[in-house]
């Protein structure tokens, strides 16, 4: 379903492009409404991340696609005669607007950046070839003529882009993952928290992220962070915010103030960060002078006074020191023994700042966002699943999470209202599921289930199940535990071609029956588009009735 612009560092495109990109996906009006509902949903939350990320061309290709689904194809999908369906699709259509509108305020900001980068390509291209033919030379002491390949390999680089974002892999770069993962997610839910107690709708709250309006959060959090775990990551935070501060004690020095709202205002940043009043060293602290009217004066009625002399002018504060335009580069200091040196690369963690590169891609060339897993999830869920494992009863989990800096990562293990048999477990009142979603912004990002007397493979019933969850999402996966087996779990994911289109096309309901290909489900762990992130926090949430 969804093609994500994946290589930020790539070529930027105008508008027109990417209505054209948005709209090349494959649409089978036999998948239920109510996986399509949730596709577009899907879409909208992602939409609203990338925006916040700074990644405006992603967001508009989202929210159009988003349009283009509910709009042209969803309004005639058989099931929309359904009374049950009716609603839904209404809300889908009124989210429509919102997004044209979103897709308004986009629109000139997208084509004005690619007509800058535009602009700087042909200003690059033509300083060059003036320099190839009046015979320069580059600093290696190679000619570079117009036509050859050094000349023209320097026409993949992205000087509108240079030094925007920082393509991470994934495998390379799991203690970062894990660390940004952390500080993002406790910084939305803190916002989320926020809204909640400020007495905000959910839907201005809805409105206020598609506006992009997300407030300074980073205060709530660093209150609400336990100080036993926090203080490292307060710490990171103070050391950014010292840095971002330093041109403005220049400009203090030199007679100018600039407030925090004003340079809110000013500079377009993703977070504004936490911060401390500081004096500096030449400044005191002086209090406001008492008025006059404040003070009992004597009687002054019938007595002759001799005119007061002037009073002596208040002797000056030391000048302050004298600062150059550019200050001079400062000594580095040896970290305390208590206190681990910061890497440079961990000490700035903000979402915007780089992006993860896809880690597998589907047969047929679609890249896959990388997915990362807790590794103690599998047990603790095993552990919830014991009762019904010992009854050979199966048990199944939803696993939740969030996009950060496009990789998704599984925060929460939500165990669904379901019915169980040895062989199967259906998961009921899944309206309840999709509000508790909806409620805590999570994205449904693939299932885990059980297999008590059977081996850790995918039933054609999985397959049939999975299916509408890849359709929501080309990443999402599928846990398999078999605990009296070997292997005892798997990940797995449908292939596409050909497994997705067989089983969308497949009209046989026996509980177990057999399909004519053969590779219609692959592993997505090893290898894959899915990492175990060693430290990477989750919560368990029971829905239920009975836990």
Not at 246 to 275: C, F, L, M, N, W
Not at 474 to 490: D, F
């Amino acid at each position: 379903m969804e093609e994500s612009v994946r290589q930020v560092a790539s070529r930027p495109m105008n508008v027109e492009q990417i209505v054209k990109k948005a709209q090349d996906f494959d649409y089978n009006p036999l998948i239920p409404l109510k996986y399509w509902l949730r596709t577009a949903d899907t879409l909208l939350k992602e939409a609203r991340i990338y925006e916040r990320e700074g990644n405006e061309q992603q967001a508009y290709l989202l929210l159009y696609r988003h349009a283009q689904l509910v709009v042209k194809y969803l309004a005639s999908h058989p099931d929309a005669r359904n009374h049950e369906n009716r609603l839904a699709l209404l809300e889908a259509k009124s989210a429509v607007q919102k997004s044209l509108a979103k897709l308004e305020i986009l629109r000139p900001r997208i084509n004005k950046r690619y007509e800058r980068y535009e602009e700087l390509v042909r200003e690059r291209n033509a300083r060059r070839l003036s320099a190839a033919k009046a015979g320069d030379y580059n600093i290696n002491g190679s000619f570079y003529s117009p036509d050859s390949p050094q000349f023209l390999s320097q026409k993949a680089f992205d000087p509108a882009m240079a030094g925007t974002v920082r393509p991470l892999a994934a495998e390379d770069n799991k203690d970062l993952a894990v660390e940004l993962a952390h500080k993002e997610i406790r910084r939305r839910q803190t916002a989320r928290k926020a809204t909640r107690q400020a007495g905000i709708s959910e839907e201005e709250e809805l409105e206020r992220r598609t506006a992009g309006e997300w407030g300074d959060w980073e205060e709530a959090l660093a209150r609400d962070c336990h100080p036993a775990n926090g203080d490292d990551l307060s710490r990171r935070l103070q050391e950014t915010r010292q840095r971002i501060d330093e041109p403005i004690s220049v400009d203090k020095a030199r007679g100018r103030r600039t407030s925090q709202q004003d340079h809110r205002r000013t500079e377009i940043s993703p977070y504004s960060y936490p911060t401390v009043p500081k004096k500096s060293a030449y400044e005191l602290w002086i209090p406001d002078p008492i008025p006059p009217s404040a003070t009992k004066q004597p009687p002054t009625k019938g007595i002759l006074k001799s005119p007061k002399p002037p009073e002596l002018p208040p002797k000056p504060l030391p000048p302050p020191p004298l600062y150059r335009e550019t200050l001079p580069p400062r000594p580095d200091k040896a970290p305390l023994a208590d206190s681990p040196a910061t890497s440079p690369t961990q000490t700035d963690l903000q979402p915007s700042g780089f992006t993860f590169k896809p880690s597998a891609y589907l047969e047929n060339g679609t890249p896959l966002r990388t997915i990362f897993l807790p590794p103690e999830l599998r047990s603790t869920f095993l552990k919830i699943a014991s009762p019904n494992t010992r009854a050979n009863l199966e048990t199944c989990g939803m696993l939740c999470g969030t996009l950060i800096s496009n990789a998704l990562f599984v925060s929460k293990l939500v165990i669904p209202d379901q019915e169980s048999t040895s062989d199967t477990c259906e998961t009921i009142n899944e309206s309840a599921l999709f509000d508790y979603c909806d409620s805590e912004d999570l994205m449904i990002l693939g299932w885990i289930h059980t297999h008590p007397s059977q081996t850790c493979f995918m039933s054609s019933r999985d397959l049939h199940t999975h299916c509408g969850y890849q359709v929501m999402m080309p990443e999402s996966i599928a846990i398999v535990c078999a605990p009296s087996k070997q292997p005892s779990w798997g990940v797995f994911r449908l292939t596409d071609p050909p497994g997705m289109k067989s089983i969308l096309n497949c009209r046989q309901t026996g509980l177990f029956h057999p399909h004519e290909e053969s590779n219609i489900y692959t592993d997505a762990l090893r290898p894959g588009h899915v990492f175990e992130a060693k430290g990477l926090e989750f919560e368990v949430m029971d829905l239920r009735p009975r836990h």
